[in-house]
């Protein structure tokens, strides 16, 4: 009789530069089960998969497929052996469209070597419809928003017929309703007995989801459990070795003066005629923090471009502090008291290829305490800084200071924005999915640095997909639907269905038809 399990990660020990990523760890999927990966950020999960996929060679242990040791080398013999993956950091092709990124490496060919295009668009527009996935197979990857790369990859992954599925944390850039839809392809493929390795910070995903629970802490495995014997608060005490408060305590909210106003501005749509945004207003005060909320792609991601300089307004007015900045560079917001800590860290937030200290100076560098008159680096003033915010942020890092940011967790990526930006002291944080990949830990810890930034009398505008942070850390919620605000809800009075109907349009459509 084969073996119960279709993958066993025997005893494996993965090491870099300062840190033992993985410390002798070993966990077993069974065939046919949806096992869940928990750990907090740093704490081995994707370096895990990471092993398992044959992106890195373990230094000690073996890895068993159908009981059989087999030595996977690199992601071409993971496939060969029906292993796929879902990377957290998406591995696409910016310029190739959502289908030529599916099929490469597998492309079909006919006798002569003529690539057959057509067969494969039918199967993964098969593939998309099976699995309520909408994706258009014709658009480019770099006009596509982040959700629906993270499609792309799933389809990647369908595409290829694989049995073992990895998904490293497929629910970071995705709204509450793609969640749901998300959970049920991956009963769907479980009832089609194929095994899935999910990793993810969210407790309530894996509770429901999920059979069995493996936790790491710090490279190390601290046990499995079968999800149905255990509660939320038992998961996080496993994985941050203390209890979490899973509600944000924060005082009544006393709003100020009118710091961020926005009059009326329209963005356009790089992939559409119509404007992404589309003559919206409204006001942020000091003290306060408001929330647009909204499902993915209704122009959330244009209207912080346009406030944070990335994009040019296509009209209307911006005023930070009664100060026009409509025409400013990203700098002069910067100099002005705007923050961002962007929705995408790699494209917008760090240089992957600089240190770390390197990046926490990177709006700061010309400063005096950073920088001499004669334009020399400081390095041990930026050492000194870059240690401080380590420190304070918990910020983890094989070589602290001196690491490669590329080399980082997501989630401790993450931090070292958060961290940099909070520290500039900004009179505006314009925070977008600021808890996007953290642990529980991290996100009570984000969302108390947010709340303590409005307690200080700061403007905070949080844009975010998560219902549950939205009614949580918000003092007021503005809901966007295809490029324009067609709500304002107050986050003690409304529920999550009322706040659905506004991001499905349905209020909206309503309150129009009343009109």
Do not use: W
Not at 146 to 175: C, H, S, W
Not at 190 to 215: N, P, T
């Amino acid at each position: 009789m084969g073996s119960e399990y279709a993958i066993e990660m025997l005893n494996i020990t993965k090491r870099f530069p300062g840190i033992i990523a993985n410390d002798n760890i070993t966990l077993q999927l069974r065939k046919g089960e949806i096992h869940a990966l928990l750990g907090e950020n740093g704490a081995g999960k994707s370096t895990l998969m990471s092993v398992l996929f044959g992106l890195y060679q373990p230094e000690e242990g073996v890895i068993k497929k159908d009981g059989q040791v087999v030595k996977i080398n690199d992601p071409n013999d993971a496939n060969a052996l029906g292993i796929g993956m879902v990377h957290q950091h998406f591995k696409l092709v910016e310029c190739f469209t959502v289908l030529d990124n599916i099929i490469l490496g597998v492309e079909p060919t006919s006798k002569f070597g003529l690539l057959k295009k057509d067969e494969a668009r039918r199967r993964v527009v098969e593939l998309s419809e099976r699995y309520g996935l909408q994706v258009d197979p014709d658009a480019k990857i770099s006009d596509i928003t982040v959700g629906m790369q993270q499609r792309t990859e799933i389809l990647k992954m369908l595409y290829r017929d694989n049995e073992i599925l990895i998904f490293d944390e497929p629910t970071a850039v995705l709204t509450p309703q793609e969640i749901d839809e998300l959970m049920q392809i991956m009963r769907n493929l479980r009832a089609e007995g194929k095994s899935i390795l999910f990793i993810s910070h969210k407790l309530a995903e894996i509770m429901a989801v999920a059979d069995r629970c493996s936790v790491l802490r710090k490279g190390k495995y601290i046990g499995t459990v079968n999800t149905a014997d255990v509660t939320m608060e038992d998961l996080s005490a496993m994985m941050v070795g203390r209890n979490v408060n899973f509600h944000v305590e924060k005082k009544e909210c006393h709003p100020g003066d009118v710091i961020l106003h926005v009059d009326n501005i329209s963005v356009a749509s790089r992939t559409h005629h119509k404007d992404a945004v589309h003559r919206v207003s409204f006001d942020v005060h000091a003290g306060e923090i408001v929330c647009i909320a909204g499902i993915d792609g209704n122009g959330q991601t244009e209207l912080v471009y346009g406030i944070t300089g990335l994009e040019p307004l296509k009209e209307g007015k911006l005023e930070l502090q009664g100060k026009d900045i409509t025409k400013a560079s990203i700098r002069e917001r910067s100099l002005s008291g705007m923050s961002h800590i962007p929705e995408d860290r790699h494209k917008h937030g760090l240089v992957l290829d600089f240190t770390l200290e390197d990046d926490m100076i990177l709006q700061r560098y010309f400063e005096k305490a950073f920088s001499s008159v004669i334009g020399f680096m400081k390095r041990p003033n930026i050492r000194k800084y870059s240690e401080k915010l380590i420190d304070q942020y918990d910020i983890r890092s094989g070589q602290g200071s001196a690491t490669t940011v590329r080399s980082m967790s997501g989630g401790n990526q993450q931090k070292a924005i958060i961290a940099r930006e909070i520290d500039k002291d900004p009179v505006l944080l314009v925070a977008v999915q600021p808890t996007r990949g953290l642990d529980v830990g991290a996100i009570e810890y984000i969302h108390r640095q947010i709340v303590a930034q409005r307690d200080a009398g700061k403007a905070v505008l949080l844009v975010s997909l998560e219902m549950d942070e939205v009614l949580d850390v918000s003092d007021r919620i503005l809901v966007m639907y295809e490029g324009e605000i067609v709500g304002e809800l107050d986050p003690k009075k409304t529920t999550p269905e009322e706040m659905g109907l506004y991001m499905a349009g349905a209020k909206r459509d309503s309150e129009r038809k009343e009109d």
